[in-house]
């Protein structure tokens, strides 16, 4: 069986679970963040470790990369892996692709000098893909997998996000 095969088989077999027993595709994802010295991140999430933190010219140890970084990881990868499965399960073959994902910024918001979100302005993301498909066959696949992308959907649609506090008392 190829990889493109065994994606699709994946594929198929989960989304009839979820269709039989939607609850099984239900849950929460947790991720915890763990402050060590200065801005250093440490991020746990199942048997996954990874670090954060900021250059040394924003004060920080360049420990690992900073979260934007993690974002727009988050954001190609997703992109990258949506493009794969949708392509094995509509059977556009892809000989190569490349996801390459630019944002733009203005840390005068992050700062609090200006009246300007901290976060980016605007996000663009470049798709590379060698395919003997036709183009209406790619772009159909592209638009499709970008209709059912979850990290295309985080970015784009506002989520409501809320905050919970937890303080502990300490001596001084």
């Known amino acids: 069986m190829t990889t493109t095969e065994k994606i699709k088989t994946a594929f198929e077999r989960n989304a009839k679970a979820v269709e039989l027993r939607p609850g099984v595709g239900q849950g929460t994802a947790v991720t915890k963040v763990k402050l060590g010295e200065g801005f250093t991140c440490e991020i746990t999430d199942g048997p996954w470790r990874l670090i954060a933190d900021l250059g040394e010219k924003h004060g920080g140890r360049n420990a690992g990369p900073n979260p934007g970084v993690y974002g727009r990881a988050a954001l190609g990868s997703c992109l990258a892996i949506s493009y794969v499965m949708w392509a094995a399960k509509l059977g556009v073959p892809i000989s190569g692709l490349e996801i390459e994902v630019q944002a733009d910024y203005d840390v005068r918001g992050e700062y609090g000098l200006a009246d300007l979100p ?8 470049l798709v590379h893909i060698q395919s003997p498909a036709s183009e209406a066959e790619i772009l159909k696949l592209l638009d499709w997998a970008d209709a059912h ?9 506002p989520i409501r996000v809320r905050r919970e506090v937890e303080i502990q008392a300490t001596e001084k």
């Open 118 to 125: 901290a976060g980016y302005q605007e996000v663009r993301y």
């Open 149 to 157: 992308t979850p990290y295309l959907d985080v970015f784009r649609r």
